[in-house]
T-cell receptor, first 125, second 112 residues
């Protein structure tokens, strides 16, 4: 199957600093990537939809200035948590959906299936 | 908008016993249905999916799920669980290629 890589897998930072998390699709192109936040004992909360070459679409209640998303290429999206605070500590997961033109040429990817990264655990002290 | 309900937050089961993880969804249009598995401190992996056709879908590691349109359910089953199946399982639904909505997850705890 297709591979999505997230980096770093774990990060610890001081309160007030900014942290960048990268999400890369390694063997396919993704016009659209999604960023999720996972709280303990809760489901994945969709934070935003990252669109290559345009602004991200944020879900209601997610602060755009707090969680900066950049989708600079068809294989890379970044999430920057700005001025991080302890309440931002969480598990952040990205997912990517292969672009339409690739869907018919790869087994398992012609259905709009999402491929997930391994997740990034952020701890803010 | 679509939604997914996983009523059981935790399911303990003895090794080699059968298990069923329940999932119900609501949507006014046709949907795609998925089950994802998450091992501790890892991302999600697709376990199986229903798009169309046969209502019974199977995974390579012995899990199966059956799409029941009348009951709007997509329960996940395995006839005999292993210790290695201990993980959290998420049911998910999407309308076409739109965003995926996840359930709250069910933690499967296999007891030796």
């Amino acid at each position: 199957g297709a591979v999505v890589s997230q980096h770093p897998s774990r990060v610890i930072c001081k309160s007030g600093t900014s942290v960048k998390i990268e999400c890369r699709s390694l063997d396919f192109q993704a016009t659209t990537m999604f960023w999720y936040r996972q709280f303990p004992k809760k489901s994945l909360m969709l934070m935003a939809t990252s669109n290559e070459g345009s602004k991200a679409t944020y879900e209601q209640g997610v602060e755009k200035d707090k969680f900066l998303i950049n989708h600079a290429s068809l294989t890379l999206s970044t999430l920057t948590v700005t001025s991080a605070h302890p309440e931002d500590s969480s598990f952040y997961i990205c997912s990517a959906r292969p672009t339409l033109r690739q869907r018919s040429s790869r087994a398992g990817t012609n259905t709009g299936e999402l491929f997930f990264g391994e997740g990034s655990r952020l701890t803010v002290l | 908008a679509q939604s997914v309900t996983q009523l059981d937050s935790q399911v303990p089961v003895f090794e080699e016993a059968p298990v069923e993880l329940r999932c119900n969804y609501s949507s006014s249009v046709s949907v795609y249905l998925f089950w994802y598995v998450q091992y501790p401190n890892q991302g999600l992996q697709l376990l199986l999916k229903y798009l169309s056709g046969s209502t019974l879908v199977e995974s390579i590691n012995g899990f199966e799920a059956e799409f029941n349109k009348s009951q709007t359910s997509f329960h996940l089953r395995k006839p005999s669980v292993h210790i290695s199946d201990t993980a959290e399982y998420f049911c998910a639904v999407s309308v076409g290629y739109q965003k995926v909505t996840f359930g709250t997850g069910t933690k499967l705890q296999v007891i030796p």
